[in-house]
C-alpha cells in the first residue's frame, strides 16, 4: 500500500496544540502506511517560551501562511474561543482543506454551518477531540440503526474533580475551587467549567450526533455546581448518593429533555463512582442496548489522541461522520419534567417546622421519601438545615412549593433543590 502523506497547518500551540506535536513526531517515527507532515504553526506570541519545541521556521503569526498554503490539505483549530476560530475554520473548509477541531464552544454554537460547509466543499470535519471523554463512542452514536433513548455524562474534569475533592478532603466548594485553580485543575476564570457551560457545549455536540441536529445552545438547561456545599455531600452520602455534576438527554416518543445541572446519583451506579478528572458516558437506545464507557474528560495527550485519530481518519480517506437527519423532537421545558428531588432547607429550630414545609410540599402533590434533621441551633436565631428526599414530583410543582416555603418567616435564605438521577449502568 502506498504511503498517504497528510500536510497540516496547526493553529495553536498551547496544551493540546503541543501534545499533537509531540504526538505526531512519535507517530512518524512508527512509519505506518502514512505520514503527517506538520508544515505551519499559528501562534498569537511569537516568543512565548514554550515546553514542546519546535523549529522556529514553523512559527509564525499570519493565519495566511495556512490558509493560502495550496501543500496544506489540513487544518487543526486548538486555539479556542469564537473569533477568529470560526473565521479560520470557515476559510479553511471553502479553500477545500480538511479540518479538525477541539472547540466545542464553537460546534455548540454554529456546529450545523460548519457541517454544511464541510459537505459542500466534500471536506472532513472532524470533532473528536470536542467529546474527549466519549468520542469513542461517536461512532456508535452517528451509525446506530436505532435512535439514542437516554445519554447521562459526566463531561467536565473540574467540575468532577471539585466534588470528588470537596467530599476527601472535607472541604467547602470555594477552597476546593482555589486549590484546584493553583494546580491548574480550574481555570482563573473557571465559570465556563463550574456554571456547566461547557458541559452543555459537549451535550450539544454530541446530541448532535445522536439525535440528528445541532440543538440552540440556549434552549438547554444549565445549572452549575456552586451551591453544592460539604454539607450536602455528606447528607447525599447518607441517603446513599454522590453529587455529580450531569448532561441528561431523555427522549420518549417524539419529547426530548436536555440538562445540565448537578444530581444525586445512587452510589452503586457507575456515574456515581468517577473519581477526580475521570469523565464518563452512559447511553441507551430504544431497543434497550446500553454502553458505556469511562475516561480522562481533558488533558494534553487525551485530547491530542482523538485529534490523531481523525488526522488517521483523514489519511484512510474515511468519509466525514455526519450527524445523521432525524426527525424534529419538541423540546420540554424544565418546568415539565418529572424527578425526584433533594431538598435543602435552613429553618429556626422552633416547634412545628417541618410540618408547616411538609404541609406545602403536599398541597403541591410532593410526598416525602425521607428526611434528615440533625442538630439543635446554638443560638435562637442561628439555623438548622432539614433535609427532604422526595418521591417523583413535578417539577413546575416542586419549584413552586419552594417559593412558598422560602417566604416563611421561619426559612433562612434560598432553599436548594437537587434533582436525582439514577444514570443507565
Ligand atoms: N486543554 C484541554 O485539556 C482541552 C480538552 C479538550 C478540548 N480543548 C479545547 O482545545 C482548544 C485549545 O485549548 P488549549 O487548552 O490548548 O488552549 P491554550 O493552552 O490556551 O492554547 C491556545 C493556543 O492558541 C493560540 N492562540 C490563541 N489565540 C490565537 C489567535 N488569535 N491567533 C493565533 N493563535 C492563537 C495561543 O498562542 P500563544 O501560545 O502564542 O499565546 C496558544 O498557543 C480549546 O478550544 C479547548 O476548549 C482543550
Request: proline letters at 3%; glycine letters at 8%; a positive charge.
Amino acid at each position: 500500500m502506498g504511503e498517504k502523506v497528510v500536510r497540516i497547518g496547526l493553529f495553536g500551540l498551547g496544551t493540546v496544540g503541543g501534545g499533537i506535536v509531540e504526538l505526531l513526531q512519535r507517530k512518524n517515527k512508527e512509519k505506518g502506511d502514512y505520514e503527517f507532515i506538520l508544515e505551519k504553526i499559528v501562534v498569537k506570541h511569537l516568543d512565548k517560551e514554550r515546553p514542546t519545541s519546535v523549529p522556529s521556521h514553523l512559527l509564525t503569526t499570519n493565519h495566511q501562511e495556512i490558509l493560502e498554503n495550496p501543500k496544506i490539505d489540513t487544518v487543526i483549530e486548538v486555539i479556542g474561543g469564537i473569533n477568529p476560530a470560526k473565521e479560520i475554520i470557515l476559510e479553511a473548509l471553502r479553500k477545500g482543506k480538511n479540518v479538525v477541531t477541539a472547540n466545542k464552544a464553537l460546534l455548540a454554537r454554529i456546529g450545523s454551518q460548519l457541517f454544511r460547509e464541510a459537505i459542500k466543499n466534500d471536506c472532513y470535519l472532524g470533532v473528536r477531540a470536542s467529546n474527549v471523554a466519549s468520542y469513542r463512542l461517536i461512532e456508535s452514536l452517528t451509525f446506530s440503526p436505532f435512535q439514542i433513548e437516554k445519554l447521562v455524562g459526566v463531561f467536565n474534569a473540574t467540575c468532577n474533580y471539585i466534588l470528588t475533592q470537596m467530599e476527601k478532603k472535607k472541604e467547602n466548594f470555594s477552597s476546593v475551587l482555589e486549590k484546584a485553580q493553583e494546580i491548574g485543575y480550574a481555570e482563573q476564570d473557571p465559570s465556563n467549567d463550574i456554571d456547566g457551560y461547557d458541559t452543555a457545549h459537549k451535550l450539544v455536540v454530541l446530541l448532535s450526533l445522536a439525535m440528528g441536529y445541532f440543538l440552540p445552545l440556549e434552549s438547554v438547561f444549565i445549572e452549575g455546581i456552586r451551591r453544592i456545599s460539604y454539607q450536602d455531600i455528606l447528607f447525599a452520602r447518607e441517603l446513599g448518593y454522590r453529587i455529580k455534576l450531569l448532561a441528561i438527554a431523555k427522549r420518549r416518543d417524539n419529547n426530548l429533555e436536555v440538562r445540565v445541572h448537578p444530581a444525586l446519583v445512587p452510589m452503586d451506579k457507575e456515574l456515581a463512582q468517577l473519581e477526580g478528572i475521570e469523565n464518563g458516558l452512559e447511553l441507551r437506545d430504544e431497543v434497550g442496548v446500553e454502553v458505556g464507557m469511562r475516561a480522562p474528560g481533558a488533558g494534553k495527550y487525551p485530547t491530542a489522541t482523538a485529534i490523531l485519530e481523525d488526522l488517521i481518519c483523514i489519511a484512510k480517506g474515511r468519509k466525514l461522520i455526519l450527524p445523521q437527519q432525524r426527525r424534529y423532537l419538541n423540546l420540554k421545558k424544565i418546568g415539565e419534567i418529572e424527578s425526584e428531588y433533594y431538598l435543602r432547607f435552613n429553618v429556626l429550630d422552633r416547634v412545628g417546622v417541618l410540618a408547616k414545609i411538609s404541609g406545602i410540599l403536599g398541597s403541591h402533590n410532593i410526598s416525602i421519601k425521607s428526611v434528615i434533621q440533625k442538630g439543635k441551633a446554638k443560638k435562637s436565631l442561628s439555623s438548622v438545615p432539614i433535609i427532604m428526599l422526595t418521591h417523583e414530583a413535578k417539577e413546575e410543582a416542586t419549584q413552586d412549593a419552594l417559593k412558598k416555603i422560602d417566604a416563611l418567616p421561619v426559612v433562612k435564605g434560598k432553599s436548594l433543590l437537587i434533582r436525582v438521577e439514577e444514570g443507565i449502568l
